[in-house]
């Protein structure tokens, strides 16, 4: 994003535009919103850049801003679809969509309708697990 160029994707190769919603959902989960965005950019990429040419190895944890940003919104959408996969009696209309579509995606997938309880069980204990 912050060199104008588009992403390949790793699975289908395809060039594409950045997605910047995405980036402002993780920068918004650090307070970085509006002009602070481009700012926050170059920093990332340049410490990043700097670790490479030191021959560091590269992660979302290796500035730290940023690994809080992404593990502040991984803990959100983890909340999210616990509270979809979870057999709950008081889930609202639009978290059962979600979770009939869910369960919808599996069976379409091959697993057995058994199988699809098992998967989903094992999610909704384990999700919350470090």
Sequence with gaps: ?????????????????????FLKSIEEQIAIIGSAAEGFRQEVIAYLWAA???????????????KEAIEKKLMTSVR????????????DEEQTGKYNAMVKNLL???????????VLKYAANNLWKD
């Design 1 to 21: 994003f912050v060199n104008k160029t588009r992403v390949k994707d790793r699975n289908t190769k395809e060039e594409l535009q950045p997605d910047e919603g």
């Design 52 to 66: 490479s040419r030191r021959g560091d190895r590269v992660s979302y944890r290796s500035y730290e801003p940023l």
């Design 80 to 91: 999210d679809i616990s509270r979809v996969i979870t057999k709950a009696r008081t889930r």
């Design 108 to 118: 379409d997938s091959g697993y057995c309708e058994s199988c699809v309880d098992v």
